[in-house]
Structure formats: C-alpha cells, structure tokens
C-alpha cells in the first residue's frame, strides 16, 4: 500500500469509528459528535476504559498495535455491560465490528461505573504487557542475534550471541504490519511464515545519530532475496524487505567510494583499507611439507579452524551414531572403510576408545587452510613445514558467480572491480557498458523498469543516458573473504535494507550447531564489546560482582528494615 492509499484506509477506519462509537460516547456523557474527530476519538476512547492517554502511542505504533488495539475493544465493551467470555471472543474475531452490535442491536448496553478483572484477565493483561515492552525494545532499540556461519571468523565467531543496536543508524519502523510480535520470519517449532505479506507500511527510518563508517560491522537486511540455506544456489523465496535473512558482514565501501581488489587486497578510493585492529581477515594459504602436513603440529603452535581427514575401518550403527556430532561429511571408500571429515578438533578419544573404533588420519604433503596473518606469520616462523603461501586467483580469470554476473567482467576473489558505491542525489552517465553494475540497483532497489531496445536504455518508458540514484548504498564483505557470501556475489546494500550496528556479545558458544553435549562456554568472548579499539575485554567477572554487591546490599537493607 502506498501513502494515498494508507491515507484512504485511515479515513475509512475514522468513519467506522464514528458510526460504531458515537451512540456510546453519548452513553459516556461524551458529545457524539468528537467520535469523528481523527486521533481524539482513541484519547476519547481511553478515557472511557480509564486508561492512560499516552496509551495512544501504542496503539499507532506497527506490531504493538495488534496487541493494543484488541485490548481497547474488549475493554470498552466490559465497560458497556458485555462481560462474558462470548462477548470477547466475537470483538476479536470480528476485527471491532461486534462494537456496532453493542451500540445499536444489544438491549443491555449501558455504561458501568467501574469493571472488575479477574486474576487470570490481570495475568493475561500483564503478559501482554511485557511482550509489547519487549517488542519495543526489540524493534526500536536493541536486539539479539546470534551468529550462524563463520564469515566474519576470527572477528566474530559461529556461535556469538550479539546485542544489535537500531538507534545508532537510526531505528527502522516494520513494514509489514500484520505479524507475530518478538519472531523474525518463522513461527518456531510450527515452522510456518510469521506475517502477511500484505498490507505493507511505507519505509520510515527514525533519525539516528551516527553515519555508517568505513569497516563498521552491520547487520543488515539481504537484498537480494532471502536464504534458507547458505552458500546453496537455489531459487529464493520473495519475502517483505524487514522480512528478509539477517546478514552481518563489515562496510567496506560507503556511499561515494570506489573500491577495487587486487591480489586480493582491498583498496578504496585507489588507497589501501586498513581495517581495525580487532579485524581479523582470513585468506587461503597453502602449506607444504616432505614429512606431511600434521594436524598435531599446527595445532602445537595454536592453529585452529582446519579441516582434518580420517579413515575408519569397522564403523558400526552403534559407532557411527556416536561419531556423528563430531563430523562433517562422510563416504564410504571401500568395505566397511570410511572416509571421514571433522573439524580440528577430531574426534574424542574416549569415544574412539570405548566403541573400539578403528581410525587413522590421513596426513598430506600439501594442505590449503584459512589463515589470518599473524597466523601464517607464526607458522612460517615455526620452521615445522617447508613452506607456506597464499593462493589466489589470477587477474582476469571471469568468474559468473561474482557480482554483476556478467561475462565482460572478469572478476573474482581476489581481482574485481573498480567499482563507484553511489551516494543518494548522485547522477551517473549509463551506458551500456556500466549498466550491469547499477541494473539491480534502479530496477529492484528504486523501483523503475529498465529495459535495452536497439542499443539504447529505456527506463519507465523513457530513453536515458544518466540516472540519479534516490537513496544510499554500500559494499559489505566478509572478513573470511574465501567463505562468505557478500556483496561480490550480490552487489550493493541500498540503506533501507539496514538494520542496526552491532555493539555487544552477551553469550559464545563453540559448537552451538553440534548438539548440547557438545557446547563449549568461551567465556573469554563473554559479555565484550564490538568495534571499539585495542584487545576485546570481557566484562563478566565485573557484572557477576556488580550481581553480588548488589544482592548483599539488597540482604542488608532487608536486615536493617527487619531490626
């Protein structure tokens, strides 16, 4: 629904709560006649129910609304006589209609002084009270999110429960109105879509007070589509912009830059980024040795997040359910032999033990593993291989996955662009050259047909060589650039589609997809913050003291107050 139509509804509701209400604001020692009164007649209305007139608020605000509204109807009808469970039920189901029942059909209908609410109506009132708080908060100020793949490995990790802030950009109001409130796009465990996808609010974004930076992390909206699988082709399902997959990656490009990547560095503005010093990227490296690329030695020196390989060779039904937490893909090679594949942390020896399991790793001459710097750095200095390189793409090897997926573009990992970020108000010249860039962006993202007729771009049926783009843009990447899924495979993230900056990791936990018994607390992660400089610090140990000093002060008062 666009403005004008949203205005026509608001008219139409205005009036069917004039018709409905005016006879009961009369009952009310109310004239009649300010029923018709746009955003009065609710004030009104909460007056009646004896409510609070900042109530108002809720009840225009997207998703609290849904909550608020019905709890108006039901309260105004116990407030004219119709208290019984059938009363409550038909208000609902018949969206407030049952209202006009009241006022013109019902011979009961009179105003009650006061009205009583069981225990039970005083707990349901209470619990949806604290959801709409949540809901709030949630929406407009802070909300969680946990990790699910390890594209920004070693910066944030699989598994870290994140506080995201929505007023730092600016928090964004829900577009889709009709929705279940606290959930993204899926009920749980029914596993059935949350929301209609229609009627669907105009983008409003509240003012925030902070501009997105170069390398900031954000949290954002997929333009593209949406995902149910990561690192998966297959066709998309077409969701609400708000109800789009949450992505998190860094803003390395902001609206005006132009970026380019070469041998797989980042350049911006023809000047090589430099990230913060909490940045963690990871590059492919390829290590060598004569005597074999042990796992124990590199995981002597600290190495971690490598793939091993082993062979098993008398897996029972019984074994195999015991190992299955602990791999990642299986094959059988031979009979009763089994090809194996696990993190690096293998699979623990007791369980080896206890199932008598037969297994040996296979050890390779050449081994290619995700590495930071420092991390290839202390391996070479190790002096435990013969040697270590990073593996990249040559230049001008085309690569169709990679953003615009066009064949004239020979881009990939580590040799793309360069490409200009636009900035809203900017006007561009278009050709047929640059038009794969900048296609998605005017067609998708603002709304306008394009199509080529003889060599030529018409765009809402109009021939154009220059477009002006209506709104921001951004290049968002991975820190594990060779296991992320970003913008070199799906292009620019327009400014609507952001969601907040993340600012706190409240919880970590290594192996949060494997199974409870498998998890692992990193309490060093615990309670830290995100995108400030100098070493992550958790903070835990403060906040548990804070906990006790303030129970021991809450015991003493308590003792005084006693005595």
Same mark, same amino acid.
């Given at each position: 629904? /666009?403005?004008?139509?949203?205005?026509?509804?608001?008219?139409? @509701?205005?009036?069917?709560?004039?018709?409905?209400?005016? =006879?009961?604001?009369?009952?009310?020692?109310?004239?009649?006649?300010?029923?018709?009164?746009?955003?009065?007649?609710?004030?009104?209305?909460?007056?009646?129910?004896?409510?609070?007139?900042?109530?108002?608020?809720?009840?225009?605000?997207?998703?609290?609304?849904?909550?608020?509204?019905?709890?108006?109807?039901?309260?105004?009808? =116990?407030?004219?006589?119709?208290?019984?469970?059938?009363?409550?039920?038909?208000?609902?189901?018949?969206?407030?209609?049952?209202?006009?029942?009241?006022?013109?059909?019902?011979?009961? *209908?009179?105003?009650?002084?006061?009205?009583?609410?069981?225990?039970?109506?005083?707990?349901?009132?209470?619990?949806?009270?604290?959801?709409?708080?949540? *809901?709030?908060?949630?929406?407009?100020?802070?909300?969680?999110?946990?990790?699910? *793949?390890?594209?920004?490995?070693?910066?944030?990790?699989?598994?870290?429960?994140?506080?995201?802030?929505?007023?730092?950009?600016?928090?964004? !109001?829900?577009?889709?109105?009709?929705?279940?409130?606290?959930?993204?796009?899926?009920?749980?465990?029914?596993?059935?879509?949350?929301?209609?996808?229609?009627?669907?609010?105009?983008?409003?974004?509240?003012?925030?007070?902070?501009?997105?930076?170069?390398?900031?992390?954000?949290?954002?909206?997929?333009?593209?589509?949406?995902?149910?699988?990561?690192?998966?082709?297959?066709?998309? !399902?077409? =969701?609400?912009?708000?109800?789009?997959?949450?992505?998190?990656?860094?803003?390395?490009?902001?609206?005006?830059?132009?970026?380019?990547?070469?041998?797989?560095?980042?350049?911006?503005?023809?000047?090589?980024?430099?990230?913060?010093?909490?940045?963690?990227?990871?590059?492919?490296?390829?290590?060598?040795?004569?005597?074999?690329?042990?796992?124990?030695?590199?995981?002597?020196?600290?190495?971690?997040?490598?793939?091993?390989?082993?062979?098993?060779?008398?897996?029972?039904?019984?074994? @195999?359910?015991?190992?299955?937490?602990?791999?990642?893909?299986?094959?059988?090679?031979?009979?009763?032999?089994?090809?194996?594949?696990?993190?690096?942390?293998?699979?623990?020896?007791?369980?080896?033990?206890?199932?008598?399991?037969?297994?040996?790793?296979?050890?390779?001459?050449?081994?290619?593993?995700?590495?930071?710097?420092?991390?290839?750095?202390?391996?070479?200095?190790?002096?435990?291989?013969?040697?270590?390189?990073?593996?990249?793409?040559?230049? /001008?090897?085309?690569?169709?996955?990679?953003?615009?997926?066009?064949?004239?573009?020979?881009?990939?990992?580590?040799?793309?662009?360069?490409?200009?970020?636009?900035?809203?108000?900017?006007?561009?010249?278009?050709?047929?050259?640059?038009?794969?860039?900048?296609? =998605?962006?005017?067609?998708?993202?603002?709304?306008?047909?394009?199509?080529?007729?003889?060599?030529?771009?018409?765009?809402?049926?109009?021939?154009?060589?220059?477009?002006?783009?209506?709104?921001?843009?951004?290049?968002?990447?991975?820190?594990?650039?060779?296991?992320?899924?970003?913008?070199?495979?799906?292009?620019?993230?327009?400014?609507?589609?952001?969601?907040?900056?993340? !600012?706190?990791?409240?919880?970590?936990?290594?192996?949060?997809?494997?199974?409870?018994?498998?998890?692992?607390?990193?309490?060093?992660?615990?309670?830290?913050?995100?995108?400030?400089?100098?070493?992550?610090?958790?903070?835990?140990?403060?906040?548990?003291?804070?906990?006790?000093?303030?129970?021991?002060?809450?015991?003493?008062?308590?003792?005084?107050?006693?005595?």
């Amino acid at each position: 629904m /666009g403005f004008i139509e949203w205005i026509c509804f608001f008219l139409i @509701y205005n009036v069917l709560i004039f018709v409905g209400s005016q =006879k009961l604001f009369s009952l009310a020692g109310i004239p009649g006649w300010h029923a018709i009164i746009p955003f009065y007649n609710i004030v009104k209305h909460l007056d009646i129910i004896k409510r609070p007139r900042w109530w108002i608020i809720l009840v225009f605000i997207p998703v609290i609304n849904l909550l608020m509204i019905p709890v108006v109807w039901v309260e105004l009808i =116990k407030r004219f006589n119709h208290n019984s469970k059938i009363d409550r039920i038909l208000v609902i189901l018949t969206l407030g209609l049952y209202i006009f029942y009241i006022s013109y059909v019902s011979n009961k *209908t009179k105003l009650v002084k006061e009205i009583s609410f069981s225990g039970f109506e005083r707990s349901i009132g209470s619990f949806i009270f604290a959801i709409v708080i949540a *809901t709030i908060v949630h929406n407009y100020f802070l909300q969680p999110f946990v990790i699910p *793949t390890g594209s920004l490995e070693r910066t944030l990790k699989v598994g870290d429960f994140l506080l995201v802030s929505k007023f730092h950009y600016g928090a964004r !109001v829900p577009s889709t109105v009709v929705t279940l409130p606290m959930v993204h796009d899926t009920i749980p465990i029914i596993k059935t879509r949350s929301y209609l996808k229609s009627p669907q609010l105009p983008y409003i974004r509240i003012p925030g007070f902070q501009e997105i930076k170069n390398n900031d992390i954000v949290v954002f909206n997929w333009p593209a589509d949406t995902v149910r699988k990561f690192f998966v082709k297959e066709k998309g !399902v077409i =969701k609400p912009r708000d109800k789009k997959s949450n992505y998190v990656k860094r803003a390395l490009g902001i609206p005006g830059d132009t970026i380019e990547i070469k041998d797989g560095i980042i350049f911006i503005n023809g000047q090589k980024n430099i990230l913060p010093d909490r940045a963690k990227p990871i590059f492919t490296y390829n290590i060598k040795s004569d005597q074999g690329v042990s796992s124990n030695k590199l995981k002597e020196i600290g190495i971690d997040g490598f793939i091993r390989k082993f062979i098993i060779k008398n897996l029972t039904p019984r074994s @195999y359910e015991e190992i299955l937490n602990y791999i990642l893909s299986i094959s059988n090679t031979n009979d009763n032999e089994y090809l194996v594949y696990t993190d690096d942390s293998g699979i623990p020896i007791s369980i080896i033990r206890d199932n008598n399991i037969i297994i040996s790793e296979l050890i390779d001459s050449s081994r290619e593993i995700s590495l930071t710097y420092e991390d290839a750095f202390k391996i070479e200095n190790s002096k435990l291989f013969d040697t270590i390189y990073r593996v990249t793409q040559s230049k /001008g090897v085309s690569n169709l996955n990679f953003f615009p997926n066009n064949s004239n573009f020979n881009w990939n990992n580590d040799y793309l662009g360069p490409i200009y970020i636009p900035k809203k108000g900017d006007e561009i010249d278009l050709s047929l050259d640059n038009l794969p860039l900048y296609k =998605k962006i005017i067609k998708d993202y603002e709304f306008n047909d394009v199509e080529i007729s003889n060599g030529r771009i018409i765009i809402n049926s109009k021939e154009q060589d220059s477009y002006k783009f209506k709104q921001d843009y951004y290049w968002m990447m991975g820190d594990n650039r060779y296991n992320s899924e970003d913008s070199r495979v799906w292009g620019f993230v327009p400014f609507d589609h952001v969601l907040g900056k993340p !600012v706190f990791i409240w919880m970590s936990i290594d192996g949060l997809f494997n199974g409870i018994q498998n998890w692992k607390f990193r309490w060093d992660r615990i309670f830290t913050t995100i995108g400030l400089n100098g070493e992550p610090r958790s903070y835990f140990p403060h906040f548990i003291a804070f906990i006790v000093l303030w129970q021991l002060y809450v015991f003493i008062k308590r003792r005084k107050s006693k005595s």
